[in-house]
């Protein structure tokens, strides 16, 4: 669901935290007293695993978490630019990391490549990347509907 109806049916009681083993959902640092104290995700910096049968969105008291097969939380992007193996070395680190059935991130030859279509957002593949900065970028969410078209030339 949007942030705002999130926001709006999140309690704040901390279950999905709590439950979430890999430390992915976490409680939101208040800056704001509307949002202060809720759980949130950010993908690029921990990442969601995708855990069979999700269980922060069952144990969810209120419905602020949905209880579904697959999320998506946004797109990657690769810049070439900063991955390794546009610059002579081999790598590879973020092959074969997807949660989800279809693989969004593949090697084509040495070069990672997104399939935009199967990227669900989860970040495993950003903590895999060894550069500084990172090859790998979290596109904003924004519902599928509403994207951009992919031009061409540009780096997946």
Request: hydrophobic share 35%.
């Amino acid at each position: 669901m949007d942030e705002a109806n999130f926001l709006e049916r999140c309690d704040g009681c901390g279950d999905c935290v709590a439950v979430c083993p890999h430390e992915a959902i976490f409680t939101y640092v208040p800056d704001a007293p509307v949002v202060g104290g809720t759980p949130v995700m950010k993908p690029e910096r921990r990442p969601c695993h995708m855990c069979e049968g999700f269980p922060c969105s069952t144990v969810c008291p209120t419905g602020a978490l949905l209880p579904v097969s697959s999320w998506w939380l946004g797109e990657v992007r690769i810049s070439e630019a900063d991955c390794f193996t546009y610059r002579g070395p081999e790598c590879g680190a973020c092959a074969n990391l997807c949660p989800t059935e279809t693989m969004a991130l593949t090697m084509r030859g040495r070069h990672p490549q997104i399939a935009r279509e199967h990227c669900v957002g989860c970040g495993l593949c950003i903590a895999a990347c060894p550069t500084s900065p990172k090859a790998i970028e979290l596109l904003p969410y924004e519902p599928r509907a509403q994207r951009a078209p992919e031009t061409a030339g540009a780096s997946t």
